[in-house]
């Protein structure tokens, strides 16, 4: 049942699913490949749910009343309304549909597990901005059913449990997932680059591409006057990709990009998970690992945490594993850190002279992947020739360790599990780190049960 977010004819959806399974293992011809492959279950699913995350009474012409005017009026700040906005008098429900092909086998005396999903879920009238209107209007255009997107995706599990004698067995659990999602149609005229536009694939970071420092005053290079008027020794040189002698953005449009390109894709690919122990007499042993085997951060222009410089004293800093230090220094620097002409950054200023060195492009593009042990326990269970005369029927020492080891191509200052979130107000790029990370955490605990 919808809520009032539809007029009365469309607050009513049927949203229908279904599914059907095959368990193969269960024909009689199955019988010669058993001893190898216990079962096998093929499957598959459609289905559609609707979404209405909308505003209420979208359909509704109303008028917003404000307490105070901006204006004095006879002494004193009167109450106000405004002209009411265009109203959407067809909008309805998002449909959200999934195909879905799955798989489950059982081998080796099933010891040897594996689940397959493959999916494709499109959402479809999803609300998007209607047409553009004229600007003598003087109104906003109102939202309409007329987007739609793709999700495309795998989910593998592997498993494994072995018991090899009464004293010892072991498992392992591996799994896998990926998805990308894509914008099928969107209504937008100009089709920005910087937001959505049919056959875009979520997440994408446009920027240029680096072409090096500048290292000799005078350098060869296109006119960059655009972003800034003086370019000396120590600033960042970025490619002539369209070849006409000049950086710029162009309109940002797909028509005109000027030397802009797809640099990377924000969006986390291939989740992977591993769960794995054994138990050998009383001692049993876990761990987990999670990560991310794909993705791309752009650090925010204004982060202290990788850049160190900003463009205001106040505002910078320099941190403990920042690359803020490795700056562009010239040959004949005679300061306590030295010459560092082959460095990563550029030169640092303190002034809006630094936004120019900050474009988004692609050397300062990071690798945000990583694989992070979630947690790792051992635990010993004291034997009932201890307990027997204690009322106690089971008891378990155990250490704990979370968040202990982390591999990652980011800075150590980042933690890329935490502080890589989605800025949408940024433009889809990531956030600048600045959050409260993960801790490491060591615990020794009991596990008591009483008679």
């Not at 005078?218 to 006119?223: F, L, P, Q, T, V």
């Not at 370019?231 to 002698?245: M, R, S, T």
């Given at each position: ?6 007029q ?68 004193e ?9 265009l ?39 999803m609300i ?12 906003t255009?109102?939202r ?37 999602t894509?914008i ?12 959505w ?5 979520y ?27 003086r ?15 000049v ?11 000027g ?20 138990k ?32 205001a ?33 550029p030169?640092?200023y ?17 690798d ?14 004291l ?10 029927r089971?008891?378990?020492?155990y ?16 933690d ?23 801790n ?6 009991v ?5």
């Open positions: 049942m919808g809520r009032l977010a539809f009365k004819e469309n607050r009513w959806g049927f949203f229908p699913s279904a599914s059907i399974g095959y368990n193969i293992s269960k024909e009689d011809f199955w019988a010669d490949f058993a001893p190898s492959i216990n079962d096998l279950k093929v499957r598959a699913s459609y289905g559609s749910l609707g979404n209405q995350n909308v505003s209420n009474y979208l359909y509704i012409s109303s008028m917003t009343v404000h307490p105070e005017l901006n204006w004095i009026l006879d002494g700040r009167p109450a106000y309304s405004v002209v009411p906005s109203i959407s008098d067809d909008i309805t429900w998002e449909t959200i549909t999934t195909l879905n092909f799955g798989l489950d086998a059982n081998l080796l005396e099933n010891r040897l597990g594996i689940n397959f999903d493959w999916y494709n879920r499109v959402t479809s009238n998007g901005p209607a047409m553009v209107l004229p600007y003598p209007l003087g109104a255009a109102p309409t059913n007329n987007a739609e997107l793709s999700t495309r995706g795998f989910e593998l599990v592997v498993s494994w449990n072995d018991v090899i004698n009464t004293d010892f067995s072991y498992h392992g659990k591996v799994s896998l997932g990926d998805s990308k894509k099928l149609s969107y209504k937008d005229d100009k089709q920005n680059v910087g937001s536009y049919t056959g875009k694939n997440g994408e970071i446009w920027g240029f591409e680096t072409a090096g420092i500048i290292q000799t005053e005078g350098e060869e290079m296109a006119d960059q006057s655009k972003y800034h008027t370019w000396q020794p120590g600033d960042i040189k970025y490619a002539d990709l369209n070849g006409d002698g950086i710029n953005d162009g309109t940002r449009t797909l028509n005109d990009h030397d802009l390109k797809v640099i990377g894709n924000t969006r986390p690919r291939y989740n992977i998970g591993f769960v794995g122990g054994f050998w007499k009383s001692i049993d042993f876990s761990m987990f690992w999670q990560g991310i085997l794909k993705r791309d951060y752009y650090p925010h222009s204004g982060s202290p945490l990788f850049w160190g410089m900003t463009n004293w106040a505002a910078s800093g320099l941190y403990h594993d920042s690359p803020a230090l490795d700056y562009w220094r010239p040959a004949d620097e005679t300061n306590i850190l030295g010459p560092n002409t082959d460095s990563y950054l030169k640092p303190f002034t809006n002279e630094t936004n120019k060195n900050r474009q988004v492009q692609s050397r300062y593009l990071l945000g992947s990583y694989v992070r042990l979630k947690n790792l326990q051992i635990g010993y269970n034997s009932s020739n201890i307990l027997e005369r204690l009322p106690i089971n008891a378990r020492i250490v704990s360790g979370e968040n202990l080891v982390t591999i990652s191509g980011l800075p150590k200052i980042f890329p599990e935490t502080s890589l979130a989605a800025d949408p107000a940024n433009g889809g790029y990531l956030t600048n780190g600045v959050i409260y990370p993960m490491r955490i060591i615990s020794l605990g596990n008591i049960t009483f008679k």
